[in-house]
């Protein structure tokens, strides 16, 4: 496979001649990723200077970021229903479109105090970027949002993100219970899965006690899917805040473009659940 995606990107590109040939520049820019190690590691593993790490990390990001887009594809009706798993046969699913979640990614603390008050979860006690990220029944990522200050409302980065042009009259989202953007998708006739909250009542009604077992039981097939792009170390670094802002970046910032290529190399992996439930 490896292969097959080199020559996938030297079909539509030619890298810089550097020291590196270009086998090893990707073999680089995935390290970076999906190991996450930092500059320095790099260029001391492959015998170059940080600036080439860079320079070769950000022009190979570019190409893969504005190539990888057409492994993430909005599923029609029809499509989804044809590769419905098990796990989502009941009728309590018809008609479910994705999985929403939204997850933020550390950054380092931006030294302008606009853009420190910007970026600061209080959810997560440190300055962060939010992303919406929206999974298919069968584990594959259809949408991935741009990267937005953590101080940004979920309701916020789902209005911004041109999720809402996507959705249909009769589409099902699931969702966790912070998710409160009810009302926006009920404007475009789709409905939003949650489990019930017990707030203020001493037990749920039985039929609730159901429908919230059910949600539970199909969530671990989510998490597994959510976790398949956690997993790019990446993610679990705190990210230089270049990442975020970085001179030459135009329509996308960096953490934009990771994103894309690690949803794009999430999807091109075996499905987590097939159409007859297994794994």
């Given at each position: ?19 590196l040939d270009p086998e090893a520049q990707l073999i680089l820019v995935l390290m970076r990723l999906r190991l996450g190690l930092l500059t320095q590691d790099l ?44 796990a989502f046969k009941d009728t309590l699913f018809d008609g479910l479109a994705g999985i929403i979640d939204c997850t933020e990614v550390f950054i380092q603390r ?101 429908t919230s077992r059910k949600l539970s039981r199909v969530r671990i097939h989510v998490e597994r899917a959510i976790q398949r792009l956690k997993v790019f170390r ?46």
């Amino acid at each position: 496979m490896f292969s097959a995606f080199l020559q996938l990107v030297l079909s539509v590109w030619e890298p810089c001649a550097v020291c590196l040939d270009p086998e090893a520049q990707l073999i680089l820019v995935l390290m970076r990723l999906r190991l996450g190690l930092l500059t320095q590691d790099l260029a001391c593993r492959f015998g170059v200077s940080n600036s080439t790490v860079s320079d070769i990390f950000h022009a190979w990001l570019d190409v893969l970021a504005a190539n990888m887009t057409r492994f993430i594809v909005w599923p029609s009706r029809r499509t989804l229903d044809a590769n419905r798993p098990a796990a989502f046969k009941d009728t309590l699913f018809d008609g479910l479109a994705g999985i929403i979640d939204c997850t933020e990614v550390f950054i380092q603390r931006p030294t302008l105090m606009t853009a420190r008050s910007q970026t600061y979860s209080n959810y997560k006690h440190h300055n962060t970027v939010k992303l919406l990220v929206v999974i298919s029944p069968s584990g594959a990522i259809t949408f991935v949002s741009k990267a937005w200050g953590g101080r940004t409302s979920d309701k916020e980065v789902t209005l911004r993100s041109g999720l809402l042009d996507k959705v249909s009259q009769g589409d099902v989202f699931l969702v966790d219970r912070g998710f409160r953007c009810n009302d926006m998708f009920a404007a475009r006739g789709a409905t939003l899965l949650m489990p019930s909250l017990t707030k203020k009542r001493a037990q749920l009604p039985g039929a609730e006690v159901t429908t919230s077992r059910k949600l539970s039981r199909v969530r671990i097939h989510v998490e597994r899917a959510i976790q398949r792009l956690k997993v790019f170390r990446i993610f679990q670094t705190v990210l230089p805040l270049n990442f975020v802002r970085r001179a030459g970046d135009k329509d996308f910032a960096t953490m934009d473009k990771v994103v894309v290529v690690c949803s794009a190399l999430v999807n091109l992996q075996t499905p987590i659940i097939n159409s007859r439930g297994s794994n």
